[in-house]
């Protein structure tokens, strides 16, 4: 997958959200992160230029400087809130959702809203750090993808 630009960020591929909510993590973003051992994935607001969601992993997030996300939110921690539910913590939105063995979540009309997604979107998914990667939904980057259109697969 290519860097866009010399230190730039990488891409993992597009995702297309399906009419049902569905998406479809790209495989090598899977694998990078091993998003699907847990079968539970945690969702944040993306940042304004971005938009979409990151996507992380309790066994990324929980170890890590921002492990405090999950210790101050014990329904999120524990999954004990609704799937696709999202709460508030100091600036950001957090939910969590199932994902399947292949790496497809499907979001809920409530998350979709909520993220301002609808079918058909494109989104590029972005390595952020190594707790979690970036589903963006808008902005430069996106832009700058499209000048990649024969070399970014969409799943």
């Known amino acids: 997958m290519p860097q866009m630009n010399k230190g730039g960020k ?7 959200v399906g009419g049902d909510g569905a998406i479809q993590i790209p495989a090598q973003a899977v694998e990078e992160y091993q998003i699907t051992i847990e079968e539970k994935v945690y969702l944040f607001t993306g940042s304004k230029s ?23 939110n014990t329904g999120l921690q524990q999954y004990q809130l ?21 790496g497809r ?20 998914s972005i390595r952020s750090s190594n707790i979690a990667f970036t589903m963006g939904a808008k902005g430069p980057l996106l832009k700058r993808a499209e000048a990649y259109a024969g070399t970014i697969p969409t799943v």
Request: a positive charge; one cysteine or more; hydrophobic letters at 40%.
């Open 105 to 124: 979540i499907v979001l809920n009309g409530e998350c979709m809203g909520f993220l301002q997604l609808k079918p058909g979107m494109q989104l590029l």
């Open 10 to 16: 990488f891409v993992f591929g597009k995702s297309v």
């Open 50 to 72: 971005t938009g979409g969601f990151c996507v992380t992993r309790k066994g990324l997030l929980q170890p890590s400087l921002l492990g405090h996300i999950l210790t101050e």
């Open 82 to 102: 609704p799937p696709g539910r999202f709460i508030r913590y100091k600036g950001r939105h957090y939910c969590w959702l199932p994902i399947s063995g292949t």
